[in-house]
């Protein structure tokens, strides 16, 4: 059985940073392309970040470029999201997924068919 627990999240200041931490049991990530996805209030769930299963293809968000960093631990299994220079629109509950084996968008969630339960970030002014 997968499971995809996220944890990390919390509420800070703008231009403030904070690691999210996904981790994962019943797969091997490295196995696996991996992402982020967030869903602020009253907005539907958007991509932030993804890697495919080798790790040389990354993708962003253009409105978190710059600022995130998708990595994984293969030892620990766990997958993190390095965010720095947080913005109060970046305040969402941020989702793990675990991308399908076949063919589709890294950008899109439908791509992705293991979820974690997700973890609040509040960024304040």
């Known amino acids: 059985q997968v499971q995809l627990v996220e944890s990390g999240g919390g509420s800070v200041q703008a231009g403030d940073s904070l690691r999210l931490s996904c981790a994962v049991s019943?797969?091997?990530?490295?196995?696996?392309?991996m992402g982020w996805f967030r869903r602020a209030p009253g907005k539907e769930r958007e991509f932030v970040a993804a890697f495919n299963w080798s790790g040389t293809s990354i993708y962003y968000a253009d409105s978190v470029k710059g600022r995130f960093t998708i990595s994984r631990d293969n030892a620990k299994n766990t997958v993190y999201l390095q965010m720095n220079s947080l913005k109060p629109e970046d305040t969402a509950v941020y989702y793990c997924?675990?991308?399908?084996?076949?063919?589709?968008?890294?950008?899109?969630?439908?791509?992705?068919?293991?979820w974690g339960q997700g973890t609040q970030v509040t960024v304040s002014s």
């Open positions: 019943g797969l091997t990530v490295r196995s696996y392309g």
């Open positions: 997924a675990k991308k399908t084996r076949r063919t589709g968008s890294y950008y899109a969630d439908v791509s992705f068919d293991s």
